[in-house]
Nanobody, 126 residues
Framework: VQLQASGGGWGQAGGSLRLSCAAS????????MGWFRQAPGKEREFVAG????????YYAPSVKGRFTISRDNAKNTVTLQMTSLKPEDTAVYYC????????????????????WGQGTQVTVSS
């Protein structure tokens, strides 16, 4: 599967941004999907994930209650709605996919994902 992330840009603290990830292929519902981010000088970290059909969602504690992940298997897309942005949300955001999971599983580790998008920059000013 090939992934194409979009929607990054500039935002103000307290504001909102929406990221989208479009996937190629006809088996999108076979993949759990995740969003990761990498800030300058830091390791890439898990942000949010959804199981194959969207029945299970999981968030990193740092974004829980502010970010919402959703997927549309008919359109082969996964979206990350980011609200109440903070300067520490500044990072390159990546969408990722994995088929190495059960139906309800939401992997959170980098090594659990096989496919990665190219990344989109999100910058939040204070």
């Amino acid at each position: 599967v090939q992934l194409q992330a979009s929607g990054g840009g500039w935002g103000q603290a307290g504001g909102s941004l929406r990221l989208s990830c479009a996937a190629s292929g006809r088996t999108f519902s076979s993949y759990a999907m995740g969003w990761f981010r990498q800030a300058p000088g830091k390791e890439r970290e898990f942000v949010a994930g959804t199981s194959r059909r969207g029945g299970s969602l999981y968030y990193a504690p740092s974004v829980k209650g502010r970010f919402t992940i959703s997927r549309d298997n008919a359109k082969n897309t996964v979206t990350l709605q980011m609200t109440s942005l903070k300067p520490e949300d500044t990072a390159v955001y990546y969408c990722a996919a994995t088929s190495r999971t059960t139906g309800w599983g939401v992997p959170t580790g980098l090594s659990e994902y096989d496919y990665w998008g190219q990344g989109t920059q999100v910058t939040v000013s204070s």
